[in-house]
T-cell receptor, first 112, second 110 residues
Framework: DAGVTQSPTHLIKTRGQQVTLRCSPKSGHDTVSWYQQALGQGPQFIFQ???????QRGNFPDRFSGHQFPNYSSELNVNALLLGDSALYLC???????????FGDGTRLSIL | AQSVTQPDIHITVSEGASLELRCNYS??????LFWYVQSPGQGLQLLLKYFSGDTLVQGIKGFEAEFKRSQSSFNLRKPSVHWSDAAEYFCAGGYQKVTFGTGTKLQVIP
């Protein structure tokens, strides 16, 4: 039973570029949430997708956007990258929006 | 505002000793509460969760946590720590928009 899988594992971009991160939820899960974890910090909630719609959003600018596909997989897009966007981006999936979340190993994004 | 506080940034314990990691929450009503563990370069693994009912919650790897409404606390405990428990531990709370504490890094010495 595959858990939450994220791709790529590592990514290097430069300021101003755009990036897309991908997430496949755990089998049977229909809800995907995205978090940003800066070095030495706890994860910060970005947004949650359920039924292909953004249901909850944290305190992140519009440069951060997402999408959920009919197969429940999800993408996180970040435009106009800033140095401060360097972080570990974690995807979490759950059976429903208010159920415990299971995390992937994350994508490490470095901005030069 | 909803918040989760972990007062201890770093804790060192000897292998075989008992462990307690502190967590305090601030929510209007009793939220769902969680403890996660993160090893270096890895994602987060759910140790245990509290939704309602019995205030003493058993989790994986021999961990337990006790919800105390009067103290707004949800402390994590383990009676005997193993070297493999060295990691960072996060307390979290919320329903859909989960809020994490800043984490407690656990070091285990022989």
């Amino acid at each position: 039973d595959a858990g939450v899988t994220q791709s790529p594992t590592h990514l290097i971009k430069t300021r101003g570029q755009q990036v897309t991160l991908r997430c496949s939820p755990k089998s049977g899960h229909d809800t995907v949430s995205w978090y940003q974890q800066a070095l030495g910090q706890g994860p910060q909630f970005i947004f949650q997708y359920y039924e292909e719609e953004e249901r909850q959003r944290g305190n992140f600018p519009d440069r951060f956007s997402g999408h959920q596909f009919p197969n429940y997989s999800s993408e996180l897009n970040v435009n106009a990258l800033l140095l401060g966007d360097s972080a570990l981006y974690l995807c979490a999936s759950s059976l429903k929006p208010d159920q415990p979340q299971h995390f992937g190993d994350g994508t490490r994004l470095s901005i030069l | 505002a909803q918040s989760v506080t972990q007062p201890d940034i770093h804790i060192t314990v000897s292998e075989g000793a008992s462990l307690e990691l502190r967590c305090n929450y601030s929510y209007g009503a009793t939220p769902y509460l969680f403890w996660y563990v993160q090893s270096p370069g890895q994602g987060l693994q759910l140790l245990l969760k509290y939704f309602s009912g019995d205030t003493l919650v058993q989790g994986i790897k021999g961990f337990e946590a006790e919800f105390k409404r009067s103290q707004s606390s949800f402390n994590l405990r383990k009676p005997s720590v193993h070297w493999s428990d060295a990691a960072e531990y996060f307390c979290a709370g919320g329903y859909q928009k989960v809020t994490f504490g800043t984490g407690t890094k656990l070091q285990v010495i022989p």
